[in-house]
Nanobody, 119 residues
Framework: QVQLVESGGGLVQAGGSLRLSCAASGRTLSTYTRGWFRQAPGKEREFVSA????????YYANSVKGRFTIVRGNANNTVYLRMNNLKPEDTAVYYC????????????WGQGTQVTVSS
């Protein structure tokens, strides 16, 4: 069983930066795709970014492109989301997730970490 634990959320002013971490345990996820999603109050969960742990290809939602960067950690079981130039509309609970290379859905989810951006 895979466990994902997020950390790094907090309160930041608009224009500031945060780095979220997602540590995985229970299985090596070297061939998985790791993603970040977020859910703001009253809204549906939305895709933010993803990275292929084997090939390193990255994907971003248009709303965060150019501001957020997803990277793999040296241990290869950790993924980071660097968030720059944060905006109040980035306020949400951020979740990390993982899916197998051929799997259509994300099977594993973390508990979420709150990011609040004040104007």
């Amino acid at each position: 069983q895979v466990q994902l634990v997020e950390s790094g959320g907090g309160l930041v002013q608009a224009g500031g930066s945060l780095r979220l971490s997602c540590a995985a345990s229970g299985r090596t996820l070297s061939t998985y795709t790791r993603g970040w999603f977020r859910q703001a109050p009253g809204k549906e969960r939305e895709f933010v970014s993803a990275i292929s742990m084997s090939g390193g290809a990255t994907y971003y939602a248009n709303s965060v492109k150019g501001r957020f960067t997803i990277v793999r950690g040296n241990a290869n079981n950790t993924v980071y989301l660097r968030m720059n130039n944060l905006k109040p509309e980035d306020t949400a609970v951020y979740y990390c997730a993982a899916r197998g290379r051929a799997a259509p859905l994300y099977a594993y989810w973390g508990q979420g970490t709150q990011v609040t951006v004040s104007s």
